[in-house]
């Protein structure tokens, strides 16, 4: 919140940045829109700056740039249970690829083992780890306490077990959601540490110093991203990319709690530096051409877009969540190859909204996942698959 605060404030005070509200970006254009055909065997891919929609006009602008920073954030709106904001839709990492650019480890998504479940909330509200630090117990619907059966760390074990641990006592009993209990505690004490999660549950009815509360693994962060180097550089020239949409690596497959930090900041003012260094290096293009949108209409109906988003929810988390198979990542990619034929007739039928770009995107970016997944034949860090199950660790520290 701090570092936000004051970054927009010195935003505003600087004469030389302009700030573009309610603008959302398509594409990166390179040279691909220049008439070239780009593959990804090309080398020297070049990003000369991004078309963009003004939804105030419905009007799609040229933005011509020496250096572009790609910072669209993640990829949780993939999911239907997720607690990433909804603009989470990877919109970054789908125009990179598009673009033909590198992006790696997809397959690395973390879920948050314990999300508030309540039906129809879209983000799910976060219950903190903090939550089980100070004692609570996760608890079956039958009143177990099943963290036993799975790590001797019970409720204090890394974010990938108890998340698979709640996966599965919710899959064998038919479930959708445990609980966790902090009923045992002082409920002053829980009160004065918890506040908002207190508020929070009491104005739905739970008041959590006497009832349980219900939770659900959510999608929350991804490892892997647009593959950068330590300038925070991607595949493609003059694009940067930082933050949760970048895979700088340092994550590995499986990412420690609150360090986000690193991506966003650190590697942020790498690529200033690294920017300021060599943007003058480089030239505009004066010869990009006007976003095309010949015969394209609006879309008839705005439920066709909606629809088919909350399918590809219902595919990522049904097939593609904390558990995988080979089995069940065929059948996800045989559906969402189906709403991926869908989707790009559609959006090349249709005036531009941001509604149909995020559907684009969702599409790109679960296919990401997907491919990944089924290329990644073994059991590592967030990547889970009964098809290749762990091997224990052997003496020369795999
Ligand atoms: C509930 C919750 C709790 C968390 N707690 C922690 C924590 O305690 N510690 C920690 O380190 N991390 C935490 N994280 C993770 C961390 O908050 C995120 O990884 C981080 O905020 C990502 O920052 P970002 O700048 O990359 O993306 P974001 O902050 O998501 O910003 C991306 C921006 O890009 C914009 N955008 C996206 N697409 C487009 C487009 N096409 N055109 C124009 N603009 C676009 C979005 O509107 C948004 O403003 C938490 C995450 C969540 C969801």
Known sequence: YEIQQSLIRRIRESESIDVFEHHFAIEIITQHHLGKIVTRRTPDITCYGAYVLDENTGAVDTFLSRVTLMATGGVGAVYTTTTNPLVATGDGIAMVYRAKGTVRDMEFIQFHPTALFHPGDRPSFLITEAMRGYGA???NPAG???????????????RDVVARAIDSE???GGH??????VTHKDPGETRHHFPNIYAKCLSLGIDIT????????????????????TNAESSISRLYAVGECSCTGLHGGNRLASNSLIEAVVYAEAAARHAIEHAHDYQFRDDVPLWNDEGTSHP????LITQSAREVGQIMSTYVGIVRSDLRLDRAWNRLDILYEETERLFKQSKVSRAICELRNIINVGYLIMRQAKERKESRGLHYTIDYPPQPHNETGD
């Open 300 to 303: 008839e109906e705005m439920v």
């Open 137 to 139: 117990i996760l608890r």
């Open 170 to 172: 919710m899959k064998a």
């Open 176 to 181: 959708d959601h445990v609980y966790l209990d």
């Open 210 to 229: 006497k009832d349980y509360i219900p939770v659900a693994p959510a999608a929350h962060y991804l490892c892997g991203g647009i593959v950068v180097d």
């Open 144 to 158: 177990e306490r099943f963290m036993e059966k799975y790590d001797p760390r019970l409720e204090l074990a890394p």
